[in-house]
């Protein structure tokens, strides 16, 4: 389990970016993690692979605590920024070198990546595409194994084709060991796949929920006998839709988009 207790975090002092975050992400879960621009997502994950450091509370994964950026927590969280500038070697030569720093890396998952995205591997990398070396560096990723894989706009480059590939090779790597969080505004890309949202607003989570849980709890009705009771209404062209409590003892389709606005738009708090 990823253990982030009280964690507070500002670049510049009294101006907090993140505030008393808590939260335990669970092995064998992909994680949506939502928020406007600036809210902190990025900091959220760079703080969780120790390429920052709290200002207040911690981060914990399978006994070691981020700021001790000791071996085993480095090998156990890799972070695939949301952009990939990789260094100017061959694909091969590439994988081989940098997953020697990762004890799990599987050379040969790599390269079973890098052909599902269709790349030949004779490549430089330096002869590649933003989007194809965007798809070397989601390879790479996937392949080092590590316990718990953090991702900024993973699907940042990326064709609609290999978009649904990469949504195939997460379900593919996604294991009962391992912690996918994925940072996103892209939420159509990966929606299907969420078994956990993670919504951020003024530095703190505002929803840190199970998908089938909140599909228990919530559906989003168009019915004009929901108004009264909505917790949240969103016009659209197709008229109101309105979000309103699930008492029907069945599991609701949910849209993750809709439900991003009515715990960021919505002038009073929705009660969980
Ligand atoms: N190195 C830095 N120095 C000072 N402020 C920073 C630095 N990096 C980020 N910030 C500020 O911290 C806040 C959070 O930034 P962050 O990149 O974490 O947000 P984000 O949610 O990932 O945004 P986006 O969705 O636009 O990528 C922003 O207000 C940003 O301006």
Not at 2 to 20: A, G
Not at 200 to 224: A, E, R, T, W
Request: charged share 20%; with cysteine.
């Amino acid at each position: 389990m990823l253990n982030i207790k009280s964690l507070s975090y500002h670049y510049k002092p009294k101006r907090n970016i993140l505030w008393n975050i808590n939260s335990d992400l669970q092995p064998g879960n992909i994680y949506g993690l939502l928020g406007l621009n600036g809210e902190g997502k990025t900091t959220f994950l760079k703080l969780i692979v120790g390429m920052l450091l709290p200002k207040d509370g911690t981060i914990e994964y399978n006994g070691h605590l981020s700021i001790e950026r000791c071996p085993e927590y480095l090998n156990d969280v890799y972070f695939l920024p949301d952009y990939s500038k990789l260094p100017d070697l061959g694909i091969e030569q590439f994988g081989k070198l940098y997953g020697a720093f990762y004890s799990k890396y599987d050379h040969q998952q790599f390269l079973d990546c890098i052909k599902e995205f269709s790349i030949p591997t004779e490549n430089k990398l330096k002869a590649l595409s933003l989007g194809q070396h965007r798809k070397v560096h989601l390879s790479f990723a996937l392949a080092c194994n590590s316990a718990v894989l953090l991702m900024d706009e993973p699907t940042n480059g990326l064709d609609i084709p290999s978009k649904a590939i990469f949504r195939k090779l997460l379900s593919k790597y996604i294991n009962e060991n391992r912690i996918f969080l994925i940072a996103t505004h892209q939420i159509r890309d990966i929606d299907a796949l969420l078994d956990h949202l993670l919504i951020m607003k003024n530095g703190s989570l505002v929803l840190d929920k199970n998908i089938y849980q909140l599909s228990n709890q919530f559906k989003i009705s168009k019915s004009p006998s929901d108004a009264e009771n909505a917790l949240y209404v969103q016009d659209d062209l197709a008229g109101p839709f309105y979000l309103v409590k699930n008492n029907s003892g069945e599991e609701a389709k949910l849209d993750i988009e809709f439900l991003f606005n009515a715990f960021t738009n919505n002038p009073k708090p929705i009660e969980l």
